[in-house]
């Protein structure tokens, strides 16, 4: 497995295995790997010739107030997890690298100022434009994201259409715990007591699958419920709760198969974030 730093010596590696014909998937991470990333990083190495997992704390992505200093880090232990997924390839950047005297955005508009938009207005700017970066550093036939940042899944997706981009955007299922926390490096941060509660964020989302399935389709009915529940739980704060058209990410009236309920909330000071297809 190669650890690559640099951006010319990437976009070299990647140019070379390109002309040899060989397939090259691409699995975009902050790093502090668990299991919700090694599932993507397995699906690409199954699909594709080679892999290509990048590491990198996207400063553009947090707002000043938000948690970029002290989000999880340990490339160690991410180098070990890769190794033993049959990565080829860690494109592990540096700050200095990737942005130097960057004064180039790339932003997706309206479908970005919904959902986690309107709590992060930065947020998916910053996203995009990494994201960007990466798949013109990368060079990747097939890109891999996960389910869980379904609106980030929806925003990329978006871009790739609307610029043209010649690769594919593989959706993932979200990898979750026994009780149903989705996994995220983010958990990291949650006291004990934090923890037990912040399962009512996918308790409150099968609420809805529920409801759904027994025949109710006003959304406000299905939300009000979802909020009844997550209230319920003194450590809770709810950022919001929505059910959407997946393209669209409008909130819908009346909920049709294929819809989407989300849910972000706090658990402390942790923003947590979830969603389910109501099918
Ligand atoms: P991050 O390191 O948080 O930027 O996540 C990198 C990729 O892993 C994104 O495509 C995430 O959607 C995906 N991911 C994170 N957590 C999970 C999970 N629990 N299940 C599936 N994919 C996940």
Sequence with gaps: MKIINSIQEMQA???????????????PTMGYLHEGHLSLVRKSVQENNLTVVSIFVNPLQF???EDLEKYPRDFQRDEKLCRQEKVDVIFYPSEQEMY???LTAVAVEKITRVLCGQSRPTHFKGVTTVCLKLFNIVKPHQTYFGLKDF????????MVRDLN???????CPI???????ALSSRNEYLSPAERKQAVILFKSLNKAKELFDQGETEAKKIKQEMRNLIAGQPLAKIDYVSIVNPSSLKEVEKVSCGDVALVAAFLGKVRLIDNLVLE
């Design 13 to 27: 590696w990647a140019e070379e295995q390109r002309k040899q014909g060989k397939s090259l998937g691409f699995v």
């Design 63 to 65: 707002a000043p107030h």
């Design 100 to 102: 130097q005297d960057n």
């Design 151 to 158: 609106q980030q899944y929806v925003v990329i997706k978006k």
């Design 165 to 171: 981009l010649d690769l594919e955007i593989v959706p």
């Design 175 to 181: 990898v979750r715990e026994a009780d149903g926390l």
